[in-house]
């Protein structure tokens, strides 16, 4: 049996097919369909990843940042369904995608700290509560989208140190004009917005920066998820480049609210490849 793993987020949609034992991982760009049409989706799936891909394929599993809802999942089906004609195709949510990478059958709070931030109480088969992540303009706490939003706010309103100023100005495009463009013009606002909320990966040890991450993950654990049922009594496990990049951070922050910090999971393709594999090896 072939399967073909989608883990897709607001940046890229990395694809995972695993055949005989054998695994190949091709890249497209990000397919939200929010940002994304069926037809939009469909000409990146043919264009960009079926040439790579040879083998006949039993199921897809694609997991997708946007596809919170019976609508939006139908638009990527529709797009799976044109390019994939003789295999299953299931759609979900990116949330249902880290849960399982997360904690594959085991109850917990999963988190996702990426461009975006998110977060569920799972119960080792679905998500059972989810406190809504509001997007970068009014929440993502703790996500590059945050802290970009974060940062760049903070520099038109005078608030950073000047060795910190001119490194940024130094190193990104901090004129008013193009940063409105990029808000207002742009067809991925939260990325670009994002993109800014590096410069802090590169400034971890500066005083400001550190209160500043300090209180974007404070606000994460605190107004998030502190307020999940329970939330004391499960672990608390986190995917995304920033959690993993922070983890020592944030674990430290966890255990100070008597929360139970589990693994930072970098990149959750690989432990969804082990999930759905033993899921194949239990149906056979």
């Given at each position: 049996?072939?399967?073909?793993?989608?883990?897709?987020?607001?940046?890229?949609?990395?694809?995972?097919?695993?055949?005989?034992?054998?695994?190949?991982?091709?890249?497209?760009?990000?397919?939200?369909?929010?940002?994304?049409?069926?037809?939009?989706?469909?000409?990146?799936?043919?264009?960009?990843?079926?040439?790579?891909?040879?083998?006949?394929?039993?199921?897809?599993?694609?997991?997708?940042?946007?596809?919170?809802?019976?609508?939006?999942?139908?638009?990527?089906?529709?797009?799976?369904?044109?390019?994939?004609?003789?295999?299953?195709?299931?759609?979900?949510?990116?949330?249902?995608?880290?849960?399982?990478?997360?904690?594959?059958?085991?109850?917990?709070?999963?988190?996702?700290?990426?461009?975006?931030?998110?977060?569920?109480?799972?119960?080792?088969?679905?998500?059972?509560?989810?406190?809504?992540?509001?997007?970068?303009?009014?929440?993502?706490?703790?996500?590059?989208?945050?802290?970009?939003?974060?940062?760049?706010?903070?520099?038109?309103?005078?608030?950073?140190?000047?060795?910190?100023?001119?490194?940024?100005?130094?190193?990104?495009?901090?004129?008013?004009?193009?940063i409105t463009k990029g808000l207002y013009?742009?067809?991925?606002?939260?990325?670009?917005?994002?993109?800014?909320?590096?410069?802090?990966?590169?400034?971890?040890?500066?005083?400001?920066?550190?209160?500043?991450?300090?209180?974007?993950?404070?606000?994460?654990?605190?107004?998030?998820?502190?307020?999940?049922?329970?939330?004391?009594?499960?672990?608390?496990?986190?995917?995304?480049?920033?959690?993993?990049?922070?983890?020592?951070?944030?674990?430290?922050?966890?255990?100070?609210?008597?929360?139970?910090?589990?693994?930072?999971?970098?990149?959750?393709?690989?432990?969804?490849?082990?999930?759905?594999?033993?899921?194949?090896?239990?149906?056979?």
């Amino acid at each position: 049996m072939s399967i073909l793993i989608a883990d897709s987020g607001a940046t890229k949609t990395e694809w995972c097919l695993v055949a005989e034992n054998e695994t190949q991982t091709h890249f497209t760009e990000g397919l939200n369909p929010y940002y994304h049409t069926t037809d939009s989706i469909t000409k990146v799936i043919r264009q960009d990843l079926l040439p790579e891909i040879e083998e006949q394929i039993d199921e897809v599993f694609f997991y997708g940042a946007g596809c919170d809802s019976d609508e939006k999942d139908q638009e990527v089906r529709e797009a799976l369904d044109a390019c994939f004609t003789d295999s299953d195709n299931y759609v979900y949510h990116d949330l249902l995608g880290a849960a399982r990478a997360c904690f594959w059958n085991e109850s917990g709070i999963a988190c996702i700290l990426g461009t975006g931030s998110n977060s569920c109480l799972y119960d080792g088969e679905k998500i059972v509560e989810h406190i809504p992540s509001l997007a970068f303009i009014l929440g993502d706490e703790g996500s590059a989208g945050y802290f970009g939003k974060k940062l760049i706010n903070k520099y038109f309103r005078f608030e950073i140190p000047d060795d910190l100023k001119k490194d940024l100005e130094e190193n990104y495009n901090m004129s008013l004009d193009h940063i409105t463009k990029g808000l207002y013009d742009g067809d991925q606002k939260s990325r670009f917005v994002a993109s800014y909320g590096s410069f802090l990966g590169n400034h971890s040890d500066h005083p400001f920066v550190q209160k500043m991450l300090r209180e974007g993950f404070e606000s994460f654990i605190t107004r998030i998820v502190m307020n999940y049922s329970n939330a004391q009594d499960y672990e608390v496990r986190f995917i995304g480049s920033v959690a993993f990049a922070y983890q020592d951070l944030i674990t430290g922050i966890l255990q100070e609210h008597n929360l139970k910090p589990g693994i930072f999971v970098k990149n959750p393709m690989e432990r969804l490849v082990t999930f759905h594999t033993d899921s194949a090896l239990q149906k056979s």
